[in-house]
C-alpha cells in the first residue's frame, strides 16, 4: 500500500484543481476554452469539441455545445384560476445547440439555436413553446483600444442580464429565455465596466423560425458597475433604461407607453454579511399622462458555517409603487420592464408593481453540491387604488380601488443539486394563500410544484 505524507496529497489535490474543467455558464458565449490548446487539460467527454483549431493560429477555433432540460410543473390553479382553470401539470422540454466562433482575438460570431415544447400544458404559447427558432445569432467585434480597456461591438440577437435580474433578466424559469435583436457596446475603463445598448425584444412565436423583432416596443439604456470605495467588499450599479410600448396595460387603461428610469444598485459582502439593495425612480408619459413611479428592493443576509452547513440567515423586502388616482393625470405604477419572472419565488404568481414584500428567508447545505432554501413572504398593495399586478405584469380584473391592502401570503421551498460539472436538479414548491381582495375577484390558493433535469455540454 502507498501512503501519502500530507505534503503529497496537498500537492495531488492541487493537481487535481488544475486539470478540473470550469463550471458551464448562465450564458454560454461567455465561456472560454482557449486552455485545451493544451491536450493534458483535456479530461472531459466533450473536451473534442469544445476546442476545435481551425488552422495553425490558435486564435482562430470553434467551440460546440449545448444543454437538454426537462422541467414538469402542476399549478392547482394556474392564474389563480382567474378564468376558472382547473389543475394542470405538464412538461417544459427545451434543447439549445450552440457553436462559437472565433476568427482572431477581433472578431466571434455566436450562434443559437432552440427547440421548446409544452406537452400537455393547458393553452400552451411562448414564452412555454418555441418549436425552433434562433435563440441568438450575434457577432462581436473587439475595438483595439488597449489591453485594458478594449470594447466589443455585439451586433445581432443576444441575451441580456444587468443587475439581479430585477429589471433585465433572462427568464430562465417558464422555458423560452428572453433575447434582443440590436446593439450592444461594453468595455472597461480604469475598473468601471460600461455597457451601452439599443435593442428590440424578441416578440416569441410557437413556430418553426419564424421569432422577428418586437415592433411595439423599444430597449435602450447605459448601464456602469464599480467598486465601492467606501465599503470593502461592496460595488455599486447605475444606471439608465429607457422602455417604449405602443400596447402598454394598467388598471389606469391601455395606450402608449415610453418610460424613463434612473436607478443605483450597492451589493456585495463582508464579514459574513452580504448585501444587495436597489433603488429607481421613472418617469415619462403614457396615454397622455406623466409617469411618476419608483421602486425599492433590498436581499440582506448573514451565513455562518455551523457543522459545513453554511447557514443562511436573510431578509427580502420589496416596494414597487401603485397609482393613487386612476382618473388624475399621472401613471404611478411601477413598470418592473423585463424582469425575471420567477420574482418572488418559483410560481411567478404575483409582480413587483403596486406591491410591497416581505420576505425571511433561510438557505443551507446540508451536503456538498445540495442547497436547500425556504422562505415564508407576505404581500400587500403599496395602494388600493391600483390593481394586484400577476407575474407577467397584467393587472387583476376588479382589484383596483376595492378595500384591503394584504394581498396574500406564500411559503416556498427549493432543492438546487449540482450533481457533477453537467448534471444539475432542481425541486420546489410553492403555496401561495390569496386575501379577500383577491377572493372576491375570483382568485383562489395555488399550489405549485415543480421538478427539472438539466444536462449541459
Known amino acids: 500500500m502507498l501512503v501519502l505524507g500530507s505534503a503529497s496529497i496537498a500537492y495531488a489535490q492541487q493537481q487535481q484543481k488544475q486539470h478540473m474543467p470550469p463550471p458551464y455558464k448562465l450564458f454560454r458565449f461567455e465561456e472560454d476554452y482557449r486552455y ?61 445547440l450552440h457553436a462559437d466562433l472565433h476568427a482572431s482575438d477581433y472578431f466571434r460570431a455566436f450562434v443559437q439555436v432552440g427547440n421548446h415544447l409544452a406537452p ?6 411562448p414564452p412555454y413553446l418555441d418549436r425552433l427558432d434562433f435563440q441568438q445569432a450575434f457577432v462581436d467585434f473587439r475595438l483595439p483600444f488597449g489591453a485594458d480597456r478594449d470594447p466589443i461591438l455585439r451586433l445581432g440577437r443576444q441575451e441580456m442580464v444587468f443587475g439581479s435580474q430585477r429589471l433585465v433578466a433572462i427568464r430562465d424559469a417558464p422555458n423560452v429565455r428572453r433575447s434582443f435583436d440590436g446593439a450592444r457596446l461594453s468595455g472597461t475603463i480604469e475598473g468601471v465596466s460600461v455597457d451601452a445598448f439599443v435593442t428590440r425584444p424578441v416578440q416569441h412565436q410557437a413556430g418553426i423560425f419564424d421569432d422577428p423583432s418586437d415592433q411595439r416596443q423599444a430597449f435602450w439604456g447605459l448601464y456602469s458597475t464599480m467598486p465601492a470605495s467606501f465599503a470593502p467588499g461592496g460595488k455599486l450599479d447605475f444606471y439608465y433604461l429607457g422602455f417604449e410600448n405602443t400596447q402598454a396595460r394598467y388598471a389606469a387603461g391601455q395606450g402608449e407607453e415610453r418610460r424613463q428610469t434612473i436607478g443605483s444598485r450597492f451589493f456585495g459582502a463582508a464579514g459574513g454579511w452580504d448585501w444587495d439593495w436597489e433603488a429607481l425612480g421613472q418617469f415619462g408619459t403614457f396615454a397622455g399622462q406623466n409617469i411618476r413611479a419608483w421602486g425599492v428592493s433590498t436581499d440582506t443576509g448573514y451565513t455562518s458555517d455551523p457543522a459545513g452547513w453554511k447557514v443562511r440567515l436573510g431578509l427580502k423586502a420589496d416596494i414597487g409603487s401603485g397609482d393613487r388616482n386612476l382618473q388624475d393625470a399621472t401613471l404611478g405604477t411601477l413598470n418592473a420592464l423585463f ?13 413587483p408593481s403596486n406591491v410591497m414584500n416581505l420576505q425571511p428567508t433561510l438557505s443551507f447545505t446540508p451536503v456538498e453540491k445540495l442547497q436547500l432554501t425556504l422562505g415564508y413572504g407576505f ?32 411559503f416556498s421551498i427549493d432543492l438546487a443539486w449540482q450533481v457533477d460539472r453537467h448534471i444539475e436538479i432542481g425541486l420546489g414548491y410553492v403555496h401561495f394563500d390569496p386575501a379577500r381582495v383577491l377572493q372576491m375577484a375570483g382568485g383562489h390558493d395555488v399550489d405549485f410544484t415543480y421538478l427539472s433535469a438539466a444536462y449541459k455540454f
Do not use: C
Not at 339 to 351: E, H
Open 36 to 96: 485545451l490548446r493544451d491536450p493534458t487539460k483535456r479530461t472531459d467527454i466533450w473536451d473534442p469539441i469544445k476546442y476545435i483549431p481551425l488552422g495553425s493560429d490558435p486564435a482562430w477555433y470553434l467551440s460546440i455545445g449545448g444543454e437538454l432540460r426537462e422541467r414538469f410543473e402542476f399549478y392547482s390553479h394556474p392564474n389563480l384560476g382567474l378564468q376558472g382553470q382547473g389543475p394542470n401539470g405538464y412538461l417544459l422540454h427545451r434543447l439549445l
Open 120 to 125: 400537455w400544458k393547458d393553452a400552451a404559447a
Open 339 to 351: 424582469p425575471k419572472l420567477a420574482y418572488f419565488n418559483q410560481a411567478a404568481i404575483l409582480g
Open 379 to 410: 404581500l400587500w398593495r403599496a395602494t388600493t387604488a391600483d390593481a394586484i399586478y400577476t407575474g407577467t405584469g397584467v393587472p387583476v380584473a376588479g382589484t383596483a380601488g376595492q378595500p384591503g391592502r394584504f394581498t396574500g401570503r406564500q
